[in-house]
């Protein structure tokens, strides 16, 4: 049973943890078996620390003009081709809302983290590539294990709704970005 979410009126300390890395790619897993897209993120020691679960706060999406194109092959057997953010359009590089999954990664014999971003925006293209600023503001749930794909679905859909919730009061409204 998925545990009532339990978010506090103004965010608490460690957040706002704030940060900023660069997209790299995943399996493809989140677009093509779930619909819902998310941007995978190296994990680094602040983010390993964090407990396994769904964040949410807000981001910020930039042009990373130092790195080059490359066509990365995914384990999917897709090549994905990086355009380093440069096709953003300038509503896209607004600060825009997210959730963040930190879980136990399967390709790593779930020994390692790993850290992906739904932002709740219809992209014209996608974003490999570009840098991301993110501000952490709070923790939804633990991760859950699913029976279904259906129900997992649900249940990222209700996260999406309590960040965007949350993310509406003033006291959350503050990105810092
Ligand atoms: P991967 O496994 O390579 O991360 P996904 O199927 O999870 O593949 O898709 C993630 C990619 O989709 C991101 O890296 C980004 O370029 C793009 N994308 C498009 N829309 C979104 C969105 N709303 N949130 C996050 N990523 C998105
Ligand atoms: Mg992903």
Redesign the pocket.
Known sequence: MRPASNIPETPQPPYPLIQKSH?V????????ELGI????IPINDSLNQLDTGIYFGWCKLEVNKEECSKKVE?GDGNV?EFNNGSELSASEKDVLPMVMSIGWNPFYDNKEKAA????????QQ???GSLISYSILGYIRPELNYTTKEALIEDINLDIKIALDTLKKESYANSDL
């Open positions: 997209i790619c995943g399996f493809g897993r989140g677009s093509s897209p998310t941007a995978n995914r994905v992906e971003v739904h932002i709740m925006h219809k992209f996608n974003f490999y």
